[in-house]
């Protein structure tokens, strides 16, 4: 019936060099193994090189299998109990609620809390999809605001006021929503300036921290830490499992009303088969060293604050980024794929990432960065990198110089 559409939009993603396949990959430490062949992964989100340690591949974790129903029904397994309790615990908030994935927990929290279609979502521009994709299903209108543009953000704010007839005391529901870290440019959001806007227009605030958490503050504890946030001036907190931890799902964090509405009302939640008890033990075991092993973020900021130094001394603009993503934009989508493919040939596992997923003219190298790499990788990166642009590598092996270092300080935030 509709195949012939559908194989017309397949061949317009190809013309326009935005066609996108699967790969069988295979993640091992720093390498992937792709049909056979071991390349350097700087694609991949174990940022902090959890998802390959031995303490999670050999685990002994043989009593637990499935959920087997969703957690209203019989799926809710006291490791999942645990797991919610120690997150809260760790992260500072009330309680804790474990979605299967990011995506289902993101696009639900927003379609069921926003209800009021007087309400109003504002969304930084860079958002994840699945923010997106909860904003346009919510009743509430759905505004996206310049890119960590404060200004941008206060205006949007005042004209909800203005469109309202309202004075700050009595306005609509309004949740300003934002990431923590951004998962294509890698920079990260001013969240003391969004939580200030907050309180003075009255407006609630979600943060999605998924490439934050584990990375950055004290014990990993991720952006709010970072910026010395009080956990308490975020409404809704969200972060995945799948980045720095190394597993996969995700947590809704915030206070016991939050979560038991959510229980009783997100159709994400209420419907699904539960995260399995054995996904669970094992996010609580990564958590454990998420928190425990301060070495892998050291190890990470090193690496960060290198390859930095590295692109500067091969003439490359910087990142703007501080995190273990680092966007270097090459722009058009056919040159991104010839660069990708050259690096791959090289022994570089890097994606091109491309529209939609990011503005159209901004395709670009998603580098991503881990503890579980080292200098002569990056040597090796940049060199290869600046080859396949066509740059000429000026000192590409030159050590981190002393202003680096407070680079790597600036970035603890311990």
């Known amino acids: 019936?509709?195949?012939?559409?559908?194989?017309?939009?397949?061949?317009?993603?190809?013309?326009?060099?935005?066609?996108?396949?699967?790969?069988?990959?295979?993640?091992?430490?720093?390498?992937?193994?792709?049909?056979?062949?071991?390349?350097?992964?700087?694609?991949?989100?174990?940022?902090?090189?959890?998802?390959?340690?031995?303490?999670?591949?050999?685990?002994?974790?043989?009593?637990?299998?499935?959920?087997?129903?969703?957690?209203?029904?019989?799926?809710?397994?006291?490791?999942?109990?645990?797991l919610e309790a120690e997150i809260a615990d760790w992260l500072g908030f009330e309680k804790a609620l474990l979605f299967s994935t990011g995506f289902s927990a993101n696009s639900s929290i927003l379609k069921t809390l926003m209800t009021d279609k007087n309400g109003l979502i504002l969304q930084d521009?860079?958002?994840?999809?699945?923010?997106?994709?909860?904003g346009l299903a919510a009743a509430a209108k759905s505004v996206r605001f310049a890119h960590n543009d404060m200004f941008a953000l206060e205006k949007k704010l005042i004209a909800n006021l203005k469109e309202n007839n309202v004075n700050k005391n009595n306005a609509s529901e309004t949740l300003i929503v934002s990431e923590g870290v951004f998962s294509m440019d890698g920079d990260s959001a001013p969240l003391a300036n969004i939580s200030s806007l907050a309180r003075q227009y009255q407006a609630g605030i979600m943060l999605d921290d998924a490439h934050g958490i584990g990375v950055f503050g004290k014990?990993?504890?991720?952006?709010?830490?970072?910026?010395?946030?009080?956990?308490?001036?975020?409404?809704?907190?969200?972060?995945?499992?799948?980045?720095?931890?190394?597993?996969?799902?995700?947590?809704?964090?915030?206070?016991q009303t939050l979560i038991d509405y959510l229980v009783n009302f997100s159709r994400s939640y209420i419907y699904s088969t539960a995260m399995s008890p054995l996904q669970a033990k094992l996010t609580s075991r990564a958590i454990k060293m998420v928190q425990q092993d301060d070495w892998?973020?050291?190890?990470?900021?090193?690496?960060?604050?290198?390859?930095k130094h590295l692109l500067s001394c091969a003439g490359f603009d910087d990142t703007g980024s501080n995190s273990a993503i680092q966007p270097v934009i090459i722009g058009e989508n056919?040159?991104?794929?010839?660069?990708?493919?050259?690096?791959?040939?090289?022994?570089?596992?890097?994606?091109?990432?491309?529209?939609?997923?990011?503005?159209?003219?901004?395709?670009?190298?998603?580098?991503?960065?881990?503890?579980a790499q080292d200098k002569t990788d990056l040597d090796f990166l940049v060199s290869q990198l600046a080859q396949a642009l066509k740059l000429t590598p000026q000192n590409v092996n030159s050590q981190i110089q002393t202003q680096d270092q407070s680079m790597i300080t600036n970035m603890q935030n311990s």
């Open 296 to 307: 892998r973020r050291e190890k990470l900021y090193e690496n960060i604050a290198y390859f």
């Open 125 to 134: 521009k860079l958002n994840h999809a699945s923010l997106i994709d909860g």
């Open 219 to 255: 014990n990993g504890r991720g952006s709010l830490a970072a910026q010395n946030i009080n956990p308490a001036s975020v409404d809704i907190y969200m972060a995945t499992f799948g980045k720095a931890i190394g597993s996969s799902g995700a947590v809704v964090c915030g206070s």
């Open 1 to 82: 019936m509709f195949t012939q559409r559908l194989s017309q939009a397949l061949a317009d993603k190809q013309q326009n060099f935005s066609y996108r396949k699967r790969y069988v990959c295979q993640p091992a430490g720093k390498f992937v193994d792709v049909n056979g062949k071991q390349y350097l992964n700087f694609s991949g989100n174990d940022y902090l090189g959890i998802a390959s340690d031995h303490r999670i591949k050999n685990a002994d974790l043989n009593d637990l299998s499935g959920s087997t129903g969703s957690s209203l029904i019989n799926g809710y397994h006291p490791a999942h109990q645990a």
């Open 334 to 371: 056919e040159t991104t794929l010839m660069v990708a493919n050259q690096l791959k040939q090289s022994g570089i596992w890097l994606t091109a990432i491309r529209p939609p997923t990011v503005a159209k003219g901004s395709a670009r190298l998603r580098i991503t960065l881990s503890s």
